[in-house]
Structures are given as structure tokens and as C-alpha cells.
């Protein structure tokens, strides 16, 4: 039997030190491999990265508030031969002579003043207007006197050493009468003018002593002013 301490023996240290660690370890080991007694959920899985298919909301479309169209109105012709309505506007005697045109040759509506034509000469009117035809718009002069005296005076006036022989159908210079043919019936209105002005233009000057009125019109063209007058010179509702 040997003499040497415990633990200096192996036979005796070595079985002792397995037999310790057995003890301390074994429950650790066991629980290592076996895990805890608590079992737990599995880690939820990662946030999707994919587009969401969510339907979003519709946006609302603005409401567009209702503007009405502007009315559009049609200008309203003013009154023919009314004082008052035209530019320059008619008094009570040019609204008069107005009133003595043929509605179906004269605009009466494009009717209006001409305070410079009366009391200068040479014309001397009492009342004086200008209007357009019916049909091309062209502007005639109508002028009214106190008097056929008066009226004879101007044309007198207008025709100055023009003579009687021209023939003012044909673009000629001409101081005569005219009339107006009912039937087999030829009644004189008037005297007739037809001249030259110093600007070429051809003028033809017209009455109708009855209401003592001297229709004028001019024209660059002679024989264009001419042919005109054969067709239109009845522009008072008179004859």
C-alpha cells in the first residue's frame, strides 16, 4: 500500500474528477441539445417588398361651375326719319324731308344732319340731310328752300353759263327739266342740273317743286351717275 496522499493517486483522482464533472455538466449538455423547456414561435417572416396591389381612392374630379354663354344681341336698327336718333342727329325739319323719301330707294335709316349745307352758300338751305340708297349705299344730298324761288336760285347757282343743249343722260353738261311719266302722261317735276365740279366729278342736280326739295348725287363716272338717274330719280314718294 503506498504511502502518497489522495490526490497524488491517480487511481483515485481521476475516477473522483469524471464522476464531478458528470454531475456539474450533464444538465448543462442536455440542456443544450434539447433546448429550453419553453417552445418558441418562429420569427414572423420579413416585410414584403413588392408594389402594394391596394386600389387607391379615386381622386374626385373638381366640379367645373356652369358660366352661361353671353347673349349675343342684335343691334336694333334705330326708327328711320325719328329725331334725335341719328349721328349727326336729325332735327324736326330734316326728320320731315326723311320722311318724303321712297323707303324701297332710300335707307331712311342711314339718314342724318347736314347743318352745312344750310344758310352757306351756295347751296342756302332751309333744311339739308344726307342718306344712302337702298341698294349700294351711294350718298345723295337732299336739300329743302323756303321756296321754289329759293330752290330755282341754287340751281341757277349750280348750274352758272351751263346751257340747255348738253344731253345729261350721256354724261353731258345740261340745264333742263324733267318729269315723270304716268301713261301717255308726262308731268314736269322740276328743273334738272347736270355739270362738271372742279374735281372731275359729274353732279346731277334734281327738284321736286311740290315739296321744293333738289335731290343731288355726283359720281367720277359721267355716264355711270347718268345711267343711274334714268333708273332712280323718282326718290320722293310724291311722284
Not at 417588398?49 to 381612392?57: G, H, Y
Not at 352757306?120 to 323756303?146: G, M
Request: charge should be positive.
Amino acid at each position: 500500500m503506498s504511502n502518497d496522499p489522495w490526490w497524488r493517486n491517480p487511481n483515485i483522482v481521476i475516477p473522483s474528477l469524471v464522476a464531478v464533472l458528470t454531475a456539474v455538466l450533464g444538465p448543462l449538455v442536455a440542456l443544450a441539445l434539447t433546448g429550453s423547456g419553453t417552445v418558441q414561435p418562429p420569427p414572423p417572416p420579413p416585410p414584403s417588398t413588392s408594389p402594394s396591389t391596394r386600389t387607391p381612392a379615386p381622386t374626385p374630379t373638381p366640379t367645373r361651375s356652369h358660366t352661361p354663354s353671353p347673349v349675343r344681341t342684335t343691334p336694333t336698327s334705330r326708327p328711320p326719319c325719328t329725331p334725335g336718333t341719328a349721328s349727326p342727329a336729325l332735327d324736326t325739319d330734316q326728320a320731315a324731308v326723311c320722311a318724303l323719301l321712297s323707303s324701297s330707294k332710300i335707307d331712311r335709316r342711314s339718314c342724318y344732319s347736314r347743318p352745312d349745307l344750310e344758310s352757306v352758300a351756295p347751296w342756302n338751305a332751309l333744311t339739308a340731310i344726307t342718306c344712302e340708297t337702298a341698294t349700294d349705299s351711294t350718298k345723295i344730298q337732299f336739300l329743302r328752300y323756303r321756296t321754289v324761288a329759293d330752290l330755282n336760285a341754287y340751281l341757277d347757282r349750280a348750274a352758272g353759263s351751263v346751257n340747255g343743249l348738253g344731253n345729261c343722260k350721256e354724261g353731258q353738261e345740261a340745264n333742263t327739266t324733267w318729269y315723270h311719266s304716268s301713261g301717255s302722261v308726262k308731268e314736269t317735276l322740276g328743273r334738272k342740273v347736270c355739270i362738271f365740279l372742279k374735281d372731275g366729278k359729274f353732279q346731277i342736280n334734281w327738284a321736286f317743286d311740290s315739296e321744293r326739295v333738289v335731290a343731288v348725287r355726283e359720281d367720277q363716272s359721267a355716264v355711270s351717275v347718268a345711267s343711274w338717274w334714268d333708273k332712280n330719280a323718282c326718290l320722293l314718294t310724291s311722284c
